[in-house]
């Protein structure tokens, strides 16, 4: 007897973009597959994607898919073999009077110009400003689990993470933060808070993304071990080399 769900897995059908500039390395041209069409990829679905090395960007969930570069390789943490350094330590201790708290997604003029602020501080020399339509499509757009978890200082907003909740862990989708503040390391505190929260939820994985090993924008992703990574269709523990 076939289920519903593999039914719907059977309507979903998967075509390549045209070629786009890469936003991580320089001179560079990508291409994605899509899933579409998209209201079928659901929570359950996007579950079973992501084990297959699929992101979330809005309501798109996507692959590299470049013609002659394999560079983005999805990673991932098991939670329960994670081993915090000294510095992830202190950093955890440094902002452990930060307030979270978690709801669902929906469009918040207070998180639109953090996100704003921390995009200008991001790309400087960039002149265009991001849009409340641009925010919206990116981080408010869903159709799978997904959520907002803000974190405040003394009632101030200092950081956002948008996450996606899955059958087996945890996707960190996007995480903007308080520029400002220079002696924080607000980055490294949202990615050891959603450890420990996976680890509440009884969830095996934090899913991290693409990380890519000549791109400075994701060297922050080798600071976290041990790591897992999708290479020939399987997940398999890999180990940074530091230079």
Not at 14 to 24: D, I, L, N
Not at 203 to 228: C, D, H, R, T, V
Request: with cysteine.
């Amino acid at each position: 007897m076939t289920s519903p769900a593999d039914s719907i897995l059977r309507k979903i059908q998967f075509y390549v973009t045209a070629p786009y500039t890469c936003s991580y390395l320089p001179n560079q041209l990508a291409q994605s597959i899509i899933a579409t069409p998209q209201h079928l990829v659901d929570a359950h679905q996007y579950s079973g994607l992501i084990q297959q090395g699929f992101r979330r960007s809005g309501k798109f969930v996507y692959r590299p898919h470049c013609e002659n570069c394999n560079a983005c390789i999805p990673v991932r943490l098991p939670v329960a073999d994670f081993q915090e350094t000294r510095s992830q330590k202190r950093a955890f201790k440094q902002h452990a009077t930060l307030e979270a708290s978690v709801s669902r997604l929906s469009f918040d003029e207070e998180h639109f110009a953090l996100y704003k602020a921390y995009q200008i501080a991001r790309h400087e020399g960039n002149e265009q400003e991001e849009t409340a339509e641009q925010y919206r499509n990116f981080l408010v757009q869903s159709n799978v689990d997904s959520l907002f978890i803000s974190f405040t200082l003394n009632g101030i907003l200092k950081m956002v993470s948008v996450v996606d909740i899955l059958e087996d862990g945890v996707s960190a989708v996007y995480t903007f933060y308080d520029t400002t503040d220079s002696k924080a390391s607000y980055g490294t505190y949202s990615i050891l808070w959603l450890i420990e929260w996976c680890k509440q939820l009884k969830l095996a994985y934090l899913y991290l993304g693409y990380w890519i090993k000549s791109s400075q924008k994701m060297a922050y992703k080798e600071n976290f071990s041990p790591q897992e990574a999708l290479i020939d269709g399987e997940w398999q523990k890999i180990k940074h080399v530091k230079p």
